[in-house]
């Protein structure tokens, strides 16, 4: 096979070192103990806080579970304003729960939940706002607390993206009433699927940690229709694994980032995030947004060229969820109602990081771009 003809994905996910994951295989065997809170989730539940820096976080066995539970863990009823720019599972966690999805529309400057358009989506049956950090930057959050405080409402982060980032050396993780994680193989840190809860409270987190067992809360004690959402032990010593090795993959995947801005950065048409400089932040995924005109080709036939030559970029997020059969029929969902997100969506198409991307794949990649 020609190097040319290898396929080049998106993401492609960070694996342990296989001898260090058997011994813990071999001692996970010994035990026999394989979930509901054992040595290993314990060992990863404590690390993972440390290396985040937050108080609490409770371990999923998927990102989706932790958003379905977590509007649970604070009873959230009505309707939930949130963005229609992002991955369907933000607002299926919703629909999930018996809410009402209302999409505000998002900022042109990170692709996030339009903080000044929120007020005017707030009705009398306004629990809460499911914002979403997109990409992993952050949102507005002190514009959108001084709303939630000001309507009483409660704040959930969809920061499936947002692992290890710290706006001015503080975890965005800690905004908000609760934030959720996801692991997911195609996440900048994975546990092969999983996911968690984080929030500010040891009361919360007991409350959570109940509700993802079941609601058992004692042996015969159930103080809520629970669901079974536990990481088991496998994924916890997978995850304990992956947390050696994050930092270098953060940076490695820095390094890609910053080979593609110096090179696109001076093309006529193509546009990027600037990310900002009190930021610490992960790399997850390189948007570029084509502008049709200047560019000469329309993000779709950038997308097809790249995909004949096997490069495989996403066009995340398209559609937008509010463009999905289940909810297009939302009053919100109207395409006049989010004009900043219906462009967006057509011009952006993400780019091919990760940490073992070689700088001839990036060559590859930018050879097409460059060349129409
Ligand atoms: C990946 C993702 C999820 C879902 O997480 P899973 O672990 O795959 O269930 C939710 N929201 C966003 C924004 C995501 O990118």
Redesign the pocket.
């Known amino acids: 096979m020609k190097k040319t003809d290898q396929k080049i994905f998106v993401t492609q996910p960070v694996l342990p070192a296989l001898d260090e994951f058997t011994d813990l295989l071999k001692d996970i065997w010994g035990r026999k103990w394989l979930t509901n809170n054992g040595k290993y989730h314990q060992d990863f539940e404590k690390a993972l806080a440390d290396y985040l820096g937050v108080p609490y976080i409770s371990l999923f066995s998927?990102?989706?579970?932790a958003?379905i539970s977590a509007l649970q863990v604070l009873n959230i009823t009505g309707e939930v304003i949130t963005t229609p720019y992002?991955?369907v599972?933000?607002t299926h966690a919703l629909w999930w729960n018996n809410i009402k999805p209302v999409f505000v529309d998002v900022e042109p400057e990170f692709c996030n939940l339009d903080s000044k358009k929120i007020e005017a989506a707030i009705t009398p049956k306004t629990t809460a706002i499911l914002p979403?950090h997109v990409y992993g930057n952050p949102c507005d959050t002190e514009a959108i607390q001084e709303i939630a405080d000001r309507y009483g409402l409660k704040v959930i982060y969809?920061a499936?993206?947002a692992f290890g980032v710290k706006q001015n050396g503080q975890s965005i993780l800690n905004f908000g009433d609760l934030s959720i994680l996801?692991?997911?193989a195609?996440?900048v840190f994975n546990t092969i699927?999983?996911?968690a809860i984080v929030c500010h409270d040891e009361k919360t987190k007991k409350r959570i940690d109940y509700l993802k067992n079941f609601g058992f809360a004692g042996e015969t004690e159930v103080i809520a229709p629970g669901i079974n959402a536990k990481m088991n032990e496998v994924q916890s010593a997978f995850g304990l694994l992956q947390l050696k090795t994050i930092d270098k993959n953060i940076l490695a995947r820095k390094e890609i980032a910053d080979f593609y801005c110096k090179h696109l950065d001076n093309i006529d048409g193509i546009e990027r995030i600037v990310v900002p400089e009190n930021l610490h932040y992960n790399y997850g995924y390189f948007p570029v947004f084509i502008d049709e005109q200047k560019y000469g080709m329309t993000r779709d036939a950038l997308y097809e060229k790249l995909k004949a030559n096997n490069i495989f970029g996403r066009r995340y997020f398209y559609p937008l969820i509010s463009q999905f059969p289940t909810y297009r029929g939302l009053e919100s969902a109207r395409p006049e109602n989010l004009p900043v997100a219906e462009m967006i969506t057509d011009s952006v198409i993400c780019l091919p990081i990760y940490p073992d991307l070689t700088r001839d794949d990036l060559k590859r990649i930018l050879d097409i771009i460059l060349n129409k």
């Open positions: 998927n990102g989706t579970l958003l992002s991955f599972a933000t979403v969809d499936a993206h996801s692991f997911h195609t996440k699927e999983g996911g």
